[in-house]
């Protein structure tokens, strides 16, 4: 079955930049959209963005296809790298406002693009 | 930027009873990118509901989902013990707007 893992740092300074993975497994990273979505402790959860890869023969780390939620958009980056099945998320200038679980996600085209298959969850608190 | 609203904050009810919760988006949005999760303590977010009325896989058929444009409903027909829990609306597509989530606990 189609699993997805969060690997990265469990603390990252401010100022610095937080750097995951989502490695996937039981599904091609190609013809896909897949998320970022963080939760603070007690809070809701929030989008980050998504990124769409259309797949081909690079197999070199690329940016894809992206959107990120506009109150974050200044300070994210995502990228694939199909080679891995491994999909991550950059978000600079961190403050502690920064600090919750993270979590990846598959976007499924057999629920019309619904989140239908989550990571775990990796938790990233931020502090000096 | 549509912003997604949930009432009520919290609802307490007893196993067997009906759950109706709410879901208010702020400009009419596609019903067939408008979804509901479910999520527990500890967990990740488990789909519920997709294009407003499409129950996903596995999921019991207590749980339906209805409503277009900006107003959405989820009902729960009757409480079993696993589903006190919070649940979360949410509009997709080019962007995945949560709503704040609802709170099913135990009366």
């Known amino acids: 079955q189609v699993q997805l893992q969060e690997s990265g740092p469990g603390l990252v300074k401010p100022s610095e930049t937080l750097s995951l993975t989502c490695t996937v497994s039981g599904d091609s990273i190609s013809t896909n959209y897949w998320s970022w979505i963080r939760q603070p402790a007690g809070k809701g959860l929030e989008w980050v963005g998504h990124i769409f890869t259309s797949g081909g023969t690079d197999y070199s780390p690329s940016s894809g296809s992206t959107d990120y939620n506009p109150s974050l958009k200044s300070r994210v980056t995502m990228s694939v790298d199909t080679s891995k099945d491994q999909f991550s998320l950059r978000l600079s200038s961190v403050t502690a406002a920064d600090t919750a679980v993270y979590y990846c996600a598959r976007e499924g085209w057999g629920v019309g693009r619904a989140f239908d298959i989550w990571g775990q969850g990796t938790m990233v608190a931020v502090s000096s | 930027e549509i912003v997604l609203t949930q009432s009520p904050g919290t609802l307490s009810l007893s196993p067997g009873e009906r759950a109706t919760l709410s879901c208010r988006a702020s400009q009419s949005v596609t019903s067939s990118y408008f979804a509901w999760y479910q999520q527990k303590p500890g967990q990740a977010p488990r789909l519920l509901i997709y294009g407003a009325s499409n129950r996903a896989t596995g999921i019991p058929d207590r749980f339906s989902g209805s409503g277009s444009g900006t107003d959405f409903t989820l009902t729960i027909s009757r409480l079993e013990p696993e589903d006190f829990a919070v649940y979360y609306c949410?509009?997709?597509?080019?962007?995945?707007?949560f709503g704040p989530g609802t709170k099913v606990d135990i009366k």
């Open positions: 949410q509009h997709y597509g080019n962007a995945g707007t």
